[in-house]
């Protein structure tokens, strides 16, 4: 239990992430200076700030990273989440973290190693993990498509379970107003958690033109017996970078250069997500900006 004698300051930060115009985003709780939190504590902590994830900075145990980052939801610690990566990167360099290495930082956390980009404008963009990519059965599709009626699902990709630390059960769409289109309910996310045994599900669906992206993104879980559908979704988003460069880029005018992303359309946010490919890899990247910048006392 959180006790209120003995209180230490600790720097602390709400980041709003993958936006550079406040409100936009998806919001994070960054706490810099996390030594001498248990788990129990952090859990605590992430229950009172409510939001998708909090994550708490301590000193790096391995001599490569700059810093090691524990993320929480709510309900439980994540190996690895995008968006609490770049927040998180994004507080610690406004608080003045210099580097190992020019240009890069280096996390530590549940999946080890995770480098991130600093890039001109403020943006970040972190090197996605690695995925494993399980197809659905037969079977298993055919339930999926009886769970979605009325909505359809598309067939260039067939839907995967993606698992980078965090599980995303990823279902392709016709195209991007199919995608906005859709409204799950909570019984019908849950039974995907539960049937796939993932953290949450991903749709997604291409623009033809490319205007006002290239996709448009998705995310939606069942937490605390709610549904959520989250804002902006990094490691969604380099799931989907995974997937796409598995099936050799289908869609007209996305290639292994890159493309963009929009979240959040339906929750009256302007999520971007930049997606960049070097050497073969995807790097996820975007802006991000401060709202709070203070003090907790804990």
Request: charged share 20%; with cysteine; net charge negative.
């Amino acid at each position: 239990m959180l006790k209120s004698d003995n209180v230490t300051p600790r720097a602390y930060k709400q980041i709003d992430v993958f936006t550079t115009s406040p409100l936009q985003g998806n919001p994070l709780a960054v706490i810099l200076e996390a030594e001498g939190l248990d788990e129990a504590q952090m859990l605590a902590l992430a229950r009172w700030t409510n939001l998708s994830e909090t994550t708490f900075v301590f000193k790096p145990t391995h001599p490569a990273a700059d810093y090691r980052v524990r993320i929480f939801t709510p309900e439980k610690e994540l190996p690895f989440a995008g968006h609490p990566t770049l927040g998180t990167a994004h507080a610690l360099l406004e608080a003045g973290l210099v580097t190992k290495q020019p240009g890069v930082m280096m996390q530590e956390c549940g999946v080890g190693l995770v480098a991130v980009n600093i890039l001109p404008e403020g943006t970040l963009a972190f090197a996605a993990p690695e995925v494993t990519l399980r197809t659905l059965t037969l079977e298993e599709r055919q339930q999926l498509a009886a769970d979605f009626q009325p909505a359809v699902m598309a067939t260039e990709i067939l839907p995967v379970v993606a698992d980078m630390g965090i599980r995303w059960l990823m279902v392709r769409m016709p195209d991007a107003q199919s995608c906005l289109a859709m409204t799950p309910n909570q019984a019908m996310i849950k039974k995907m958690q539960i049937d796939y045994q993932v953290d949450g599900v991903v749709i997604y669906g291409a623009y033809p033109s490319g205007d006002p992206a290239d996709y448009e993104i998705r995310a939606f879980l069942v937490e605390w017996d709610k549904l959520v559908e989250d804002p902006v979704t990094g490691s969604a988003n380099a799931c989907l970078a995974r997937l796409l460069q598995t099936n050799n880029f289908p869609d007209g005018g996305v290639t292994a250069q890159g493309y963009q992303v929009r979240q959040g359309t339906q929750l009256h946010r302007e999520g971007r997500v930049s997606v960049s490919f070097i050497r073969d890899e995807p790097w996820i990247g975007g802006q991000s900006c401060t709202l709070i910048d203070g003090v907790l006392k804990i």
